[in-house]
């Protein structure tokens, strides 16, 4: 069993930063998963906003938050991370981690591709 666990959420104005992490356990080998942050803010559809391939660093990113949020990982510690620049209101959500196994070496921040999720943690921004 996947267990996820995100913290490092809080609240901010525009123009700040925050860095989330997520701590991955349980029974799996977090080398070579994709693993996933999306966001939900009220009354919205939940988005992808990032995605790292584990051990092999090759991420991707909404182009929403590229050039200002940077996913990474400490595989020492089997984290990922979430490191969120240049805040504006609008990054206002519910932020998750979320993870899959990457058969064929997909890693794609699709929503439907991911299979473990944590609870999520709240990012404010206020102007």
């Known amino acids: 069993l996947v267990h996820l666990v995100e913290s490092g959420g809080g609240s901010v104005q525009a123009g700040g930063s925050l860095r989330l992490s997520c701590a991955a356990s349980?029974?799996?080998?977090?080398?070579?998963?994709?693993m996933g942050w999306f966001r939900q803010a009220p009354g919205t559809e939940r988005e992808g906003v990032a995605a790292?391939?584990?051990?092999?660093?090759?991420?991707t990113y909404a182009g929403s938050v590229e050039g200002r949020f940077t996913v990474s990982e400490d595989i020492t510690k089997n984290t990922v991370y979430l490191q969120m620049d240049s805040l504006k209101p609008e990054d206002t959500a519910m932020y998750y981690c979320?993870?899959?196994?990457?058969?064929?070496?997909?890693?794609?921040?699709?929503?439907?591709?991911?299979?473990?999720w944590g609870q999520g943690t709240q990012v404010t921004v206020s102007s």
């Open positions: 790292i391939f584990t051990t092999r660093g090759r991420t």
């Open positions: 349980g029974g799996f080998d977090y080398r070579n998963n994709c």
């Open positions: 979320a993870v899959h196994f990457a058969y064929g070496g997909r890693c794609e921040i699709l929503e439907t591709d991911f299979r473990y």
